[in-house]
């Protein structure tokens, strides 16, 4: 039980322990920090600036959160305290000076929790004024003075600047506020020496006005270099100079050096003593100096020496100015003058540099020979007692002949334009005068200068075989002017006005081929171009080295036509349209046959509808007619022969009458042919047959009674009863036929169905 009680122990000491750990951890937020600058931010030199951090922070307990505050300056920190108090962090800045001017912020942290505040510039405006002092007021030129420059009260990263007589002369980086400096002033006489300094504060800099200036004399030296030369007469090219360098009232000890030269050639040097001998020559410089140098002080003396020439540098010249190839030449060398005093022309010789020049000699100075082909540099070489001179080197550029001039034309040759004609030489030194000829006559010149110039001449033609009469002449003050062929060129002639023939003709059938043939006068090759009026792109474009050409439109209709027109143009750039040609396209022969032949058949129907109609008609008719002459009942034997006694000629006149009436009458004439005059006829001609042949009879009601003449036979067709209509129409049709065709035949009623017999004559 002891460890139990123990362990159990332990666990609620541990337990409440925490407890009142998690209860002593006090709540916080920090929720706002500012950064002040008292007085101002614009403050000038000496003023005592406060920087104020201000916090809030709001926390659940009573007691002090611990704070730790941070300023910086320009990102660097410059000051850092911890509080446990709310009370604002300030910062002091006693006697702000211009190194104090950038920008601040503050910094809280309080356990881990940060916040920062806002940036705010503290500027800081003047400067102290530099102080200068000097070690020494009196010096000898070179001697050593040691200045000090003090900035009062200033910080930071300074620059020092020490003046003579307003050229600054050294410059000195310090972090303090003086500067140390050694000078040497080297110039003698009275020298005001001033500093002043620059305080930089990344990224500016504030600078200084100067300080007050400190007087300093400089005192000369008495150190003097001493130059002679000999001889000291007169000095011709050869002779023997001989120089002597020294130095005077120089210290005991010396750290000087001599210096001896010639222009800007060093001859010798030495401590306290130089010699030196040479030749004279008249094309070195004449100047020559003896130089001390002792550290900073620098002494030196200058002469002249006159060296007269014992000859002149030679000159080199050729005859003629301008040589050809292989033509003679002359090259002459000579000393314009001499020293007749010292020197003998018969001492002055004259040599070619190279040796191998394949010229002969023919006096003093004078070479003769051939130009070479190509050019060739030439110097003269004039010696004399020693003395050598060279000339200028001469190149000689033998020309070259001009070759044969080649005319020829630039572009194209258009009849009744302006022609370039182009005249040039594969070969030729410049300049080269080209002279353009027509039938050896001169027309005009043009002079090439330059390599790449080029002899234009520009004429007019009327006629194609004119051109042919240029020719163009090349010189470049040669013996010979070659003379160029004679101008060779196709010469265009612009086309005339085109016409356009269409074949077969502009009135053509509907499947025929068409040919629209255009053809102009002018120089081919010719572009031909087809047009059909309302459209804009050509139907056809071809180029043709002849002046015609056609355009086929194969198998045309009736879309073909319209309204056509060419177009050519050649290298004469000319354009030239033809007038317009109006195409008609007629229907085809086989369209109109067919539609002949769909007449004729329609005709053809038309006849024959007709004639059935017709027909039909006259069978009606003639149904009628029998109807109208057939006994409404059967007659009794007493009145078949009441009229026996009739003449018999006359039945069987009657009968054959009739017979042949209805046999004949459809081939002899239709029975709508009778006319007027025949119905008259019909009219007045007695009705004997009638009237002795048939005897009255009672009417029958079942029809209507006969009357003579073609009115009857309608009458009865037209009130026939209902019944009627079962007998056959062309009994009336024939006897309407019979009745109009012969008017002197007595109208009978034959029985056609019953086939009823009329009675026998009597003898």
Not at 6 to 17: A, E, I, P
Not at 45 to 70: D, H, P
Not at 86 to 114: F, H, M, Q, W
């Amino acid at each position: 039980m002891g460890p139990l009680l123990l362990l159990t122990s332990t666990l609620l000491s541990s337990y409440f322990h925490a407890g009142r750990t998690v209860n002593t951890q006090k709540l916080f937020t920090i929720r706002d920090i500012t950064l002040s600058i008292e007085p101002s931010i614009n403050v000038t030199r000496n003023t005592n600036v406060t920087l104020r951090c201000k916090a809030v922070v709001s926390s659940s307990g009573q007691e002090a959160l611990s704070r730790e505050y941070t300023i910086y300056k320009d990102g660097n920190t410059v000051y850092t305290k911890t509080s446990s108090t709310s009370e604002d962090l300030l910062y002091p800045l006693s006697e702000a000076r211009v190194s104090n001017t950038g920008k601040y912020k503050c910094k809280i942290n309080i356990e881990g929790k940060n916040m920062t505040s806002g940036v705010k510039k503290l500027t800081v405006t003047g400067l102290s004024k530099p102080v200068l002092s000097l070690n020494k007021d009196m010096v000898s030129e070179g001697e050593e003075i040691k200045a000090t420059c003090t900035a009062d009260g200033e910080t930071g990263s300074i620059f020092f600047y020490f003046y003579e007589d307003s050229k600054e002369i050294q410059e000195k980086q310090v972090n303090s506020n003086q500067a140390e400096a050694k000078l040497r002033i080297t110039s003698v006489g009275i020298h005001k020496i001033h500093c002043a300094y620059t305080v930089l504060i990344t990224p500016d800099s504030f600078k200084s006005e100067k300080s007050s200036a400190v007087i300093v004399s400089v005192k000369e030296l008495p150190i003097t270099p001493v130059l002679e030369i000999f001889p000291q007469s007169k000095i011709y090219e050869g002779d023997q100079l001989d120089f002597l360098c020294t130095v005077r009232n120089v210290p005991q000890h010396p750290e000087g050096k001599l210096y001896l030269s010639q222009g800007n050639q060093l001859l010798s040097s030495g401590d306290t003593k130089v010699n030196h001998s040479m030749v004279a020559l008249a094309k070195d410089p004449g100047e020559f100096e003896c130089r001390f140098e002792m550290g900073d002080v620098t002494k030196f003396v200058l002469k002249m020496v006159p060296v007269t020439e014992l000859f002149s540098v030679p000159t080199f010249t050729m005859s003629p100015a301008e040589v050809f190839q292989k033509e003679d030449m002359t090259l002459t060398c000579k000393s314009e003058s001499f020293a007749s005093e010292r020197l003998r022309r018969e001492e002055l010789t004259y040599t070619l540099d190279p040796p191998e020049n394949l010229l002969t000699r023919k006096g003093p100075g004078v070479f003769h020979g051939k130009a070479l082909q190509y050019d060739f540099n030439y110097t003269c070489v004039a010696q004399a007692r020693g003395i050598v001179k060279h000339s200028e080197t001469l190149t000689v550029r033998p020309k070259v002949s001009v070759s044969i001039p080649k005319i020829s034309v630039v572009g194209k040759a258009v009849l009744g334009q302006p022609l370039k004609i182009l005249c040039q030489s594969d070969s030729g030194s410049l300049p080269i005068n080209y002279t353009l000829l027509r039938e050896y006559d001169e027309l005009s010149t043009t002079i090439v200068k330059q390599p790449f110039q080029q002899a234009f001449f520009t004429v007019t033609i009327t006629k194609p075989d004119e051109i042919t009469k240029y020719m163009c002449e090349a010189k470049n003050n040669h013996k010979e002017a070659p003379l160029s062929k004679r101008l060779n060129a196709t010469v265009i002639v612009p086309l005339t006005h085109p016409i356009m023939t269409v074949i077969p003709n502009p009135e053509i059938s509907e499947g025929d081929h068409l040919y629209l043939i255009c053809g102009v006068a002018g120089t081919p090759p010719v572009t031909f171009k087809w047009y059909r009026v309302g459209y804009e792109q050509p139907l056809n474009t071809t180029t043709s080295n002849k002046n015609n050409t056609a355009y086929q439109v194969p198998k045309v209709s009736k879309q073909d036509s319209g309204t056509y027109y060419c177009e050519a143009f050649n290298h004469a750039n000319n354009v030239v349209i033809s007038d317009e040609v109006n195409i008609q396209v007629r229907l085809a022969f086989w369209k109109k046959v067919v539609i002949g032949a769909f007449c004729l058949l329609a005709v053809s129907v038309l006849v024959v509808v007709s004639v059935l109609c017709f027909i039909s008609k006259r069978g009606k008719r003639e149904a009628a007619a029998e109807l109208s002459v057939k006994p409404s009942s059967p007659k009794s034997d007493d009145s078949l022969t009441v009229n026996l006694t009739h003449d018999t000629e006359v039945y069987k006149a009657a009968t054959v009458r009739v017979n042949r009436a209805a046999v004949s009458v459809w081939s002899e004439r239709p029975p709508e042919a009778a006319n007027d005059e025949e119905s008259s006829m019909v009219s007045k001609e007695p009705d004997v047959e009638y009237t002795e042949v048939v005897h009255p009879r009672p009417v029958d009601p079942a029809r209507v009674p006969l009357r003579k003449g073609t009115d009857t036979v309608y009458s009865e067709l037209q009130n026939s009863p209902h019944g009627a209509a079962d007998h056959h129409d062309y009994g009336s049709v024939e006897y309407a036929e019979l009745n109009s065709e012969h008017p002197e035949t007595n109208h009978y009623r034959p029985e056609v169905n019953g086939h009823q017999e009329l009675p026998a004559p009597v003898d």
